[in-house]
């Protein structure tokens, strides 16, 4: 195969047509700021109206409870300062796990320094926080828990009822960065019990520079970023407009297709595990093999490094990643692997491919080939490798 297969639809994707399609007005013609009070800027407002309408519905909110950010990692920030901020008065104590994105890590970590207490909840091998665990977590102090819908680089999918559930009836603040999951999974706010929702709109085929939060009401929290009154006094700063307008398009897209989009995600993603784990030794599957998101993959091979084999891969056209794109060059290995108990060698030999509605089945089998044969070469030149293949079968 000539073309480049892309199979890292979970570090961002491409825009659809039919997104950029219904940006592009917002642009050029109906440039007009929302904040102004004239007709042309009328038309700026409405289509922000429309898309927050079609944001709230993929995840089953109102209208009114959407509050449009700059992506995902706004979002994060938003919620977990502007609450601890909010309901310090309550108590200073917060819990998050330990495998969430650096959005949520880095912000608790800021927090620290400034005199709150933060509980990192350690997951199980799958990658499950477990209700039992944050059960035992919890402290009469406790005003805030933030757990992700979905892992970003494992893909297991939380079980967020049980814990917002736990959250509603100690009257504790619940939120989850939904970035990886909304568009992917059925989503809705309130059988979720959270209070607090990140969503961004370029993992579901929208633009980047756009996502949102979503604010049960009834919670008080205050603005992040301060200034005019845009997002109803909650969010400052002019809105980006054709973003937005793209957000709620793609979310209205992914809304109409997610059952059979899904459906065949899980497939491919299923015979491409299948292949992998038949025909390449001394390989593990990372996550959840159930409870996870529809495209994602992510294995530990033993005896190589993810970064040469990644540097490979991306010589014959094919894009994967060794973990988040937010810490892409870090020498660390992934702290969700470490988290869930790899060693620090299979956690450095991880490959997180996350496939996409495009991605076909002659792809991966091209993929499964290519992996098989470059991890032979990688591992011909591994002492450590040598050295297993040469252990006698009862020492294995």
Not at 252 to 268: F, G, I, K, P, V
Not at 290 to 297: A, D, E, F, I, K
Not at 328 to 341: M, R
């Amino acid at each position: 195969m000539n073309a480049m297969i892309y199979l890292d639809h979970a570090a961002t994707t491409a825009v659809r047509p039919e997104v950029l399609e219904a940006m592009i007005p917002y642009f050029k013609e109906n440039y007009g700021n929302p904040s102004s009070i004239y007709d042309f800027a009328s038309i700026s407002k409405t289509a922000i109206r429309n898309a927050r309408a079609q944001v709230a519905s993929l995840m089953g909110a109102q209208e009114r409870d959407i509050y449009f950010t700059g992506g995902g990692s706004e979002a994060d920030n938003w919620a977990i300062k502007c609450s601890a901020e909010a309901y310090a008065h309550r108590g200073r104590h917060i819990i998050t796990s330990k495998i969430e994105h650096h959005a949520v890590l880095h912000t608790c970590q800021y927090l620290e320094r400034h005199g709150f207490s933060v509980t990192y909840l350690t997951p199980d091998e799958m990658g499950l926080i477990t209700p039992r665990a944050l059960r035992a977590a919890l402290r009469p102090d406790t005003i805030l828990v933030s757990i992700m819908t979905a892992n970003n680089e494992i893909g297991t999918i939380e079980p967020i009822r049980e814990l917002g559930l736990i959250c509603r009836q100690q009257q504790i603040l619940f939120h989850t960065d939904a970035v990886q999951a909304l568009g992917q999974i059925p989503l809705d706010v309130d059988r979720m019990n959270v209070d607090l929702l990140s969503a961004s709109a370029h993992k579901l085929m929208g633009p980047k520079g756009v996502g949102c939060l979503y604010i049960r009401p009834g919670v008080t929290i205050g603005p992040l970023i301060h200034g005019g009154a845009q997002e109803r006094h909650r969010r400052a700063g002019t809105e980006n407009v054709p973003g937005i307008v793209g957000f709620g398009k793609a979310a209205q897209l992914a809304a109409a297709d997610m059952d059979t989009r899904t459906r065949r995600e899980r497939e491919l993603r299923d015979y491409f595990i299948r292949s992998v784990l038949a025909r390449i030794p001394y390989c593990r599957l990372n996550g959840s093999p159930s409870r996870r998101l529809p495209g994602n993959v992510n294995f530990s091979f033993s005896f190589v490094e993810g970064e040469s084999l990644l540097i490979m891969l991306d010589m014959e056209g094919i894009c994967a990643s060794s973990g988040s794109a937010c810490t892409s060059g870090s020498v660390d290995p992934s702290h969700v692997l470490t988290a869930i108990g790899l060693p620090e060698e299979a956690a450095r030999g991880s490959i997180r491919f996350t496939l996409g509605e495009d991605n076909t089945r002659e792809e991966i089998d091209f993929v499964v080939s290519r992996l098989e044969a470059i991890i032979s070469r990688l591992r011909s030149m591994s002492p450590a490798y040598a050295q297993r293949q040469s252990a006698p079968k009862s020492a294995e």
